[in-house]
């Protein structure tokens, strides 16, 4: 439900993020990483990153989304495992006592930016 | 987002190579020159929230306010549990609430009966927003007197999904869980049980009407979130409310004694 102001987000990073000595430029990716756990929707997310980017030099980049999975260790017995349902007792040991190692990212790891035209490619 | 099946995992990637190459979907961009440049960002999507957050929380401590995210599905009973535990709380604690809703000031209308300052914000001013993010929790906090305020109620939006994902700057976050819902909630809404801090199972008052079986719920947050503290009450006719007034306490004392930073 979220997705357009975490859309609005990412617009603003990515444009921050822009060089300043980079003049009209347009991006063409944004690699973004989305954990498995945090509440948000590739499509939806991509839907409003097209919409809010329009007219924008983000306008037309793909989002690019790297799903990490939910990674939990056991505190007691120091099990590790990837946790596929909402399950956050140790299968090894059934301890509660244990943390989340990822699965709550949501971040931009870069965006990559068109190489320049050359100077006359008009004919 | 939770999804289980492999499949629909694997349909939510975008079906970019990572050769670095414009795709297909590109060609609008210099297709014949096929480079492009990576500029590394490596930044959290929500990071202008988060420092948001981080300056209400330094304001909370330098006030001493410990602040409760109250957060929900619409009709869980948030409103009539604040009403209830302001009236109990009010005469040794001095209480503020910010209700946040999508449209109408009824709640705050119902609490501001209370005598506790009530902030209401409609988020359709901010297009309708389905949470209450940090910015607009700081601008809330211009219009409580804070020198006279020792612990702040946010009453969050209904909505058991997106509200998880904002910090606000609280202390602790407390989801309020009503029987008519069903046991199947937390492991829809596993992030929403991940986050918060203490489960209210709300309306109990009603279990002799439902099919409603509890122990369901508690199996399901031992497995969500082992140890998390939950509080059957019923904000109606009172009964369990004292236990959840007392971890309230106990967290506000823990705060005080805690060395701030």
């Given amino acids: ?123 | 987002m939770w999804i289980f099946d492999k499949t629909a995992r694997r349909r939510h990637h975008d079906g970019h190579k990572g050769d670095g190459l414009p795709s297909r979907h590109d060609t609008a961009v210099e297709s014949q020159r096929s480079g492009s440049r990576e500029i590394k960002v490596v930044r959290r999507v929500l990071d202008a929230n988060d420092m948001l957050a981080a300056r209400n929380r330094e304001l909370f401590a330098a006030k001493g306010i410990f602040t409760l995210n109250l957060m929900s599905s619409p009709g869980s009973g948030k409103t009539t549990l604040l009403e209830k535990s302001l009236a109990r709380l009010m005469p040794d604690l001095r209480c503020a609430v910010i209700v946040g809703d999508i449209c109408t000031t009824q709640d705050a209308d119902r609490l501001a009966a209370s005598g506790a300052p009530v902030v209401q914000i409609n988020t359709d001013a901010f297009g309708g927003e389905c949470h209450l993010a940090a910015h607009v929790i700081e601008k809330a906090l211009t219009g409580i007197n804070l020198d006279a305020v020792d612990l702040l109620i946010v009453e969050n939006i209904g909505n058991l999904v997106c509200p998880a994902e904002f910090d606000i700057g609280e202390d602790r976050r407390v989801v309020v869980l009503s029987v008519t819902e069903g046991e199947d909630k937390p492991a829809k809404y596993p992030l929403m049980f991940r986050e918060c801090d203490a489960l209210l199972l709300n309306k109990i008052d009603l279990l002799p009407y439902l099919d409603y079986d509890t122990a369901k719920t508690l199996i399901s947050i031992e497995q969500i979130h082992p140890g998390m503290p939950v509080f059957q009450l019923s904000a109606k006719s009172g009964e369990g409310l004292e236990d959840w007034l007392a971890w309230i306490r106990a967290q506000i004392n823990a705060k005080k004694k805690a060395p701030s930073s």
Avoid: Y
């Avoid at chain 1, 007219?55 to 099990?79: F, P, S, Y």
């Avoid at chain 1, 931009?108 to 490619?121: D, G, K, L, R, Y």
């Fill in chain 1, 1 to 123: 439900m979220h997705e357009m102001g975490i859309a609005m987000e990412i617009l603003d990073i990515v444009q921050a993020s822009i060089p300043a000595d980079m003049a009209d430029v347009r991006v063409q990716r944004v690699n973004l990483k989305v954990g498995r756990l945090s509440a948000v929707i590739p499509d939806s997310l991509r839907f409003c990153f097209g919409v809010a980017a329009d007219k924008t030099a983000a306008a037309g980049a793909a989002l690019v989304i790297e799903e990490i999975d939910v990674a939990a260790r056991c505190n007691d017995c120091h099990h590790e495992w990837t946790v596929e349902t909402p399950v956050f007792l140790c299968p090894a040991c059934n301890s509660g006592n244990t943390e989340m190692l990822s699965g709550r990212e949501l971040e931009i790891v870069s965006i990559e930016i068109a190489e320049e035209e050359p100077p006359h490619v008009d004919l």
